[in-house]
């Protein structure tokens, strides 16, 4: 009886040693059979053979793996995140799981599900596995960046450029953090590095652009946005960029020219549009077209009320709907408009010596048609016409009282389709010189013959 249990135990022995045996050998070669289907891109046939191991052995790493690779292969991120968190669990690195390339596509996964702790996690593993892999430092400083940590992130894309001085993505993402902290010449540096290194990088050519544009040298800006237009993700910004440089430089028609491709090319009611058109309403206003920088305005307005100053623009421009000699003061030419101001000169009783055009308006000298004494010395008056919508402010009254006595003018008159700041009001009021605002130019123009 004895000699019976002996042999019936060591039948059962013999038979797990021999299960575990076949598993051994047949195992690998399920799993390099699965490792060759996925290279041949036979993910269908993958998931349903690692499913089926799973099944048999819940445990079992290299089918988890396998099967996560696979749902990635397929776009199925979130199935690939939840077998890749598996592996991780059962922490059996033997097999076909190759531990760095592991941590890495868990660590992207993580990130792309906004698992930013976890994704640190394993980036920091690697770099304990890998100290002098400069990737690793980028990806870790990248995460610092996305949790507004730029203090940290600078210093891990610093180390990532000291460990590969031609890691044009650190490069970049460390001159964009130095932009937005205003360290504009380190931020120069490291985005020129960056564009000789990869000389399609159009994000550093944009930010390149607006560096230059910051620093005046708007010739260099419009060559950097340039190459940075030719990116599809990076042409609306770059046009407007462009337009903001044709502005500075005063060539206002090639920078409508700029900005009405990019309000054509922006998505509507996006910021890029809004700016865009923006942009040629200040444009249109300073070439006295009023009427389209209403239009632009308007566009604006609709979309986004509290957008800057619109609603203030178009308060101020609100008479062209309504007056059309307002209109006409604020849209004619420079040669009509100063003939409009001898017209008004003519209506206050003056007679008009001499008229010019100065910044955002009309000069004019007049002196008075007749006196209460024929002999007395007609008294000249300096009065200037300004058609800009801002409030007029101390500073323009100063600067006409200024003229006045350069002229050895003892009198003067501001005229305006806007209204003066209390500031203005309060410093003419001891001073010999008027102030009309919109209200009176109203008045006035009603005097003459448009």
Known sequence: MGLIIAVIILGIVIAVAAFF????????RRVGALQSLLKQGKTQAVIKAARQMIAKDARNADAHYLLGL????????ELALMELQTVNQIGNFEGVVPELPFRKKIAELYAKF?????ALKEYLILLKREPNNADHYADVGRIFEERNRTDKAAQYYKKATELDPRNASARTRLGLLLY????????????????RLQPDNYEAWYYIGKLLKDAKDCIAAMSALE????DPGYKVKALIERGGCQISMGHLDRAITE???AAKLADDGTSESLHAHYFLAHCHEQLRHIEQAVTEWEYVFTRKPNFRDVAEKLSKYQ???TDDRVKDYLTVGQDHFIELCRRMADALG???RDARSIDGGAEVIAVENTSKWRNARAMPKLIRFLRIAEIIDESTVRSTLEEMKNQSITRGMVVTSSTFSRLAQDYAESRPIELHGKDALQALLRKIEM
Not at 21 to 28: A, C, G, K, M, N
Not at 70 to 77: I, L, N, S, T, W
Not at 114 to 118: S, T, Y
């Open 227 to 230: 190459k940075a237009s030719r």
């Open 21 to 28: 045996l076949i598993r051994s050998i047949v195992t690998p």
């Open 70 to 77: 696979a749902y990635d292969a397929e776009h199925k991120q």
């Open 350 to 352: 003056l007679t008009v």
């Open 259 to 261: 900005l009405e491709r």
């Open 114 to 118: 906004n698992q930013p702790e976890e």
């Open 180 to 195: 937005r902290a205003k360290r504009s010449v380190e931020a120069r540096a490291e985005l020129d590095a960056a564009v």
């Open 319 to 321: 008479e062209l709907r």
